[in-house]
RNA sequence: CGGGGUGUAGCUCAGCCUGGCUAGAGCGCUAGUUUUGGGAACUAGAAGUCGGAGGUUCAAAUCCUCUCACCCCGACCA
C-alpha cells in the first residue's frame, strides 16, 4: 500500500457516488447507523458540525425577534386531524403510542394499558405549538408571536439515508403568529433570508431561493419558499423552507384575537425550519476524493497539531513544544470566535494519524518536529489543497496567518461550489426533448453523473409536473429572481411567465 | 406496500448448488521484534451457539417450512 497518488475514499465520486457518500461518513466518522430502524448515531465530529451550525442559526433566530420554548414530543391523535392538508401530508408517515407501560407474560415485555386516545410523535408541530398559540393570543396586542423551538421529530420514512432523510432528525422549527398577512408574509421572507444567509456564508453551500410549485408545497401551506442546492452529483437538495400558512392552521387550532376593531379574527401563521439534511449537503457539496472538507466556519476543530517524533526520547520536548503552539494559536479570532486546536497525540502512526484528519477535512493540519523547532518553523497542510502539498510558516507568523487562511478557505468553497453549480446550470434549452435529452443518461446500465439544473419558462400548468415524473426530474423552485419576460413553456410550448428550476432532486 | 437480494468473527466476505474431518480468508484488534518526517513489515495470539424457531437425516452453515432483520430498485419524503 505505498499507493502515492491513490485517494482515500473509494469509490470515487465519479465511479459511484451514493456509495462515495456513505464511504465519507464513515472514514470521516461523522455518523453512523444504528441499531434502531432508519435512525443514525451522530458521533462527535459530526455533531459538533451540527452545534456550531446550531449556533450560529439560533443568533440570527434571536437576533430577528424569536424566543425559544419546548412543546411536547407527543401530540394527541386528534390534533393532528385538524388540518386536512396537513393530516393528508403527514399520517403515513406517524409513529404512533398506543401503549404506556410493559408487562411480563411468559418472560416476554409486552405493552399493557391501552391508551384512551394514541399519541403521535410529532412528525412536526404546527398543531401543537396551534394549541398553545390559541390559549396566548388574545388581542392584537398579544402578537405578533415568535417562537423557535430546537428539537428531534419523527417520520417513519420508506427508505433512509445517513442525514439526508431519517426517521428520527434534528431541526429547529419556527412557529409564528401574526394580525396581518402583510406581516407573515414578512416574516416569511425574512426567515428564508436567514436561511439563505446561513447557507451561504456559514456552511458555503451557494443555494437558490424560490417559491415551491402547488404539488411541492408544504401540507397545508398557502405559499412555501425555499433554498435549493446543487449537489456534486447535480441533484438538487432542498436545504430548508419557510411556509406563510394564512389563516389554515389558526383555523384549526382556534388562534384568534380581537383586532383594533373590535372584531374577532383569526391569526396569519407561519413556519420554517432547516434539519440535520444540512450536514449532508455539506458533505455532498464539500466533499472530495480524500474524504470530508468541512468549511472552517463550522468545523469543530480549525487547526489539528500533530507532533512528529522521530525518537521515543524526544516524545517530551516535541508535545511540549506543540502544546505551546497551540495556545498561541488559541489566542488568535477566527469568525469572532477563538480559533479551535487540537494537538493529536494519539500513539498510533503518523501517516495513518494525518489521513484520519484529511479523510474528516479539517481544514488546516500542522505539523512538528525536531527539525522545525529548531528552524522555528512548522509544515502547514491546508485541506483545499492536495495532501502533500506544505507549506513552512515560521512560528511566530503562524497566529497572525492561520484566521487568514481560513477565511480564504471558507471563501473557496463557496466559490467552487458556486462555480460548480453555474457550470451545471442550463438555460438555453426550450424544448420537451432537449429536457429529456438533458436528463438522460448515456450509460442506462450504470448511470454516470449527468444533468444539472435547467432554468426555464413554465406556464404554470400542475400536468406539467405530471409530465416531468418521466424523466423524474421536478419543479425544485419558481426562483424568487424572476426575469419578467415572458416565453414558451419548456414543457407545452404555451405561453409563459415564470422562469422555473427543473432538476432531479434528493 | 410491490419486485429483487442478503443474514457466517468488530468489518468485508468465501463455504451452501452436490449435507460428512476440529467452519475459513482479508482487514481490524492484542502482544513482541524491526522500522518510521509519514496511510509499515514479520511473528504469535484473542475473537464465531453460521439471524431465530421448527422439521428431514446416522449427520445440517449447507435441504424443507415458518419467522425476524437489513440492503438494493420503485411509489412517499426535510
Known amino acids: 500500500m ?3 497518488n491513490k485517494n482515500a475514499i473509494s469509490p470515487l465520486r465519479s465511479e459511484d457516488y451514493p456509495e462515495w457518500y456513505q464511504q465519507v461518513i464513515k472514514a470521516a466518522d461523522l455518523a453512523e447507523v444504528s441499531s434502531v430502524r432508519g435512525c443514525m448515531v451522530i458521533k462527535p465530529w459530526g455533531y459538533g458540525m451540527w452545534e456550531l451550525l446550531q449556533r450560529e442559526l439560533d443568533d ?40 404506556h407501560r410493559l408487562e411480563e407474560k411468559d418472560g416476554q415485555l409486552v405493552p ?25 393570543v388574545q388581542s392584537y396586542r398579544d402578537l405578533p408571536l415568535m417562537i423557535n423551538q430546537w428539537a428531534n421529530v419523527v417520520r417513519w420514512e420508506m427508505r433512509t439515508r445517513l442525514f439526508l432523510r431519517t426517521a428520527e432528525f434534528l431541526w429547529q422549527e419556527g412557529h409564528t403568529a401574526h394580525a396581518t398577512e402583510e406581516e407573515a408574509r414578512a416574516e416569511m421572507d ?33 405559499t412555501t419558499l425555499c433554498i435549493e442546492a446543487m449537489m456534486q452529483d447535480r441533484k438538487a437538495l432542498q436545504a430548508g423552507t419557510s411556509h406563510y400558512l394564512g389563516q389554515n392552521f389558526s383555523k384549526a387550532s382556534g388562534i384568534q384575537f380581537l383586532n383594533k376593531e373590535g372584531e ?34 463550522i468545523a469543530p476543530k480549525h487547526v489539528v497539531v500533530i507532533p512528529v517524533v522521530p ?6 520536548e516535541v508535545f511540549e513544544y506543540a502544546d505551546k503552539v497551540a495556545a498561541a494559536l488559541k489566542s488568535a479570532t477566527y469568525d469572532r470566535q477563538p480559533v479551535r486546536v487540537q494537538v493529536d497525540k494519539r500513539d498510533i502512526r503518523g501517516g495513518e494519524k494525518t489521513w484520519s484528519w484529511v479523510k474528516k477535512g479539517v481544514p488546516l493540519r500542522i505539523e512538528i518536529g525536531p527539525r522545525d523547532i529548531e528552524a522555528g ?5 491546508r485541506r483545499d489543497r492536495g495532501p502533500k502539498e506544505k507549506e513552512f510558516v515560521s512560528i511566530d507568523e503562524l497566529p497572525n496567518k492561520i484566521p487568514g487562511i481560513l477565511s480564504e478557505i471558507q471563501d473557496g468553497y463557496y466559490q467552487q461550489a458556486k462555480k460548480y453549480r453555474e457550470e451545471n446550470t442550463r438555460t438555453d434549452l426550450s424544448t420537451f426533448d432537449e429536457l429529456k435529452e438533458f436528463f438522460t443518461p448515456k450509460n442506462t446500465q450504470k448511470p454516470e453523473i449527468h444533468g444539472g ?3 426555464a419558462k413554465w406556464c404554470e400548468d400542475s400536468e406539467v409536473e405530471k409530465k416531468l415524473s418521466e424523466l423524474k426530474i421536478t419543479i425544485r423552485c419558481m426562483p424568487l429572481e424572476q426575469s419578467g419576460d415572458t416565453g414558451k413553456c419548456i414543457v407545452t410550448g404555451k405561453e409563459a411567465k415564470k422562469d422555473a428550476i427543473f432538476a432531479k432532486a434528493y
Open 2 to 4: 505505498s499507493g502515492k
Open 60 to 99: 440570527r433566530i434571536k437576533a430577528t425577534g424569536h424566543e425559544n420554548a419546548y412543546f411536547p414530543l407527543f401530540i394527541p391523535l386528534s390534533f393532528l386531524q385538524r388540518e386536512a392538508d396537513h393530516v393528508e401530508g403527514f399520517a403515513k408517515e406517524c409513529a404512533v403510542v398506543t401503549h
Open 112 to 136: 399493557a394499558g391501552e391508551l384512551e386516545e394514541p399519541l403521535i410523535v410529532r412528525p412536526t408541530s404546527e398543531t401543537i405549538i396551534g394549541e398553545s398559540f390559541a390559549k396566548w
Open 190 to 222: 425574512t426567515m428564508l433570508e436567514v436561511y439563505r444567509e446561513l447557507a451561504e456564508d456559514v456552511l458555503a453551500l451557494p443555494v437558490i431561493c424560490g417559491e415551491k410549485t402547488e404539488g411541492e408545497r408544504f401540507p397545508g401551506a398557502t
Open 264 to 297: 374577532q379574527e383569526f391569526a396569519y401563521t407561519t413556519s420554517w425550519g432547516v434539519s440535520t439534511r444540512l450536514i449532508g449537503g455539506v458533505i455532498m457539496t464539500h466533499g472530495d476524493d480524500d474524504g470530508m472538507r468541512v468549511p472552517p466556519k
Open 311 to 316: 525518537k521515543a526520547e524526544l516524545e517530551g
Open 377 to 381: 518553523k512548522v509544515v502547514l497542510f
Open 453 to 455: 439544473f435547467v432554468r
